[in-house]
């Protein structure tokens, strides 16, 4: 995911390691942990992998590596973008929110791809957890209560997914052939 949020921030513009943490932890911190002990690491396997190089930035007294992203780690990025790898619940609800923190880098079937899969998974996390709670009588209040809690999160997701799909459709349904109204 770390990989995922750096390569998407360097899409914008070239940064270097410190500015890169620093908007790692402004529009990522709810979703993952950013510290200088997972940065640089990743920066120095990303620049050996080629999805990322670095020039050297003259900043007064400092000599800075700035990053920036290459051909190679735009594709990257995008195959991250699209892909659905397997994974706890917990990572895959903070991975579809950085996805969509970079959703405006995407084409609308891409986005709406994305988010109907997450709509999908929603659907049946809620869908089994109800059928968990009428299998299991818990007597804690307090499981009980988690649990409706996390209910009422997901029920809240996907409501907010669906309305996320619907603002995109005009612009999808409007590229495609008008023929399509009448079937």
């Known amino acids: 995911m770390l990989e995922l949020a750096a390569l998407g921030l360097l899409l914008k513009k070239p940064l270097h390691g410190y500015l890169l943490k620093q908007q790692l932890e402004r529009f990522m911190s709810g979703c993952i942990s950013v510290n200088y002990g997972a940065i640089y690491p990743l920066l120095?396997?990303?620049?050996?992998?080629?999805?990322?190089?670095?020039?050297?930035?003259?900043?007064?007294?400092?000599?800075?590596?700035?990053?920036?992203?290459?051909?190679?780690?735009?594709?990257r990025w995008r195959q991250a973008m699209l892909a659905h790898p397997r994974e706890s619940w917990v990572n895959s609800r903070s991975r579809f929110i950085i996805k969509?923190?970079?959703?405006?880098?995407?084409?609308?079937?891409?986005?709406?791809?994305?988010?109907q899969f997450r709509l999908m998974t929603c659907k049946l996390r809620?869908?089994?957890?109800?059928?968990q709670l009428v299998e299991q009588d818990t007597e804690?209040?307090?499981?009980?209560i988690a649990l409706q809690r996390h209910l009422a999160n997901l029920r809240f997701e996907i409501e907010w997914l669906k309305a996320q799909i619907l603002k995109e459709q005009p612009t999808t349904q409007s590229n495609e052939n008008s023929t399509v109204n009448y079937l």
């Open 100 to 115: 969509f923190f970079f959703f405006s880098q995407l084409e609308p079937k891409e986005r709406i791809k994305l988010m």
């Open 44 to 75: 120095k396997r990303l620049e050996k992998q080629g999805y990322i190089q670095t020039q050297k930035l003259v900043d007064g007294d400092s000599n800075r590596k700035v990053y920036q992203i290459t051909e190679s780690g735009r594709d």
């Open 126 to 131: 809620l869908e089994k957890r109800e059928s």
């Open 140 to 144: 804690d209040p307090y499981q009980a």
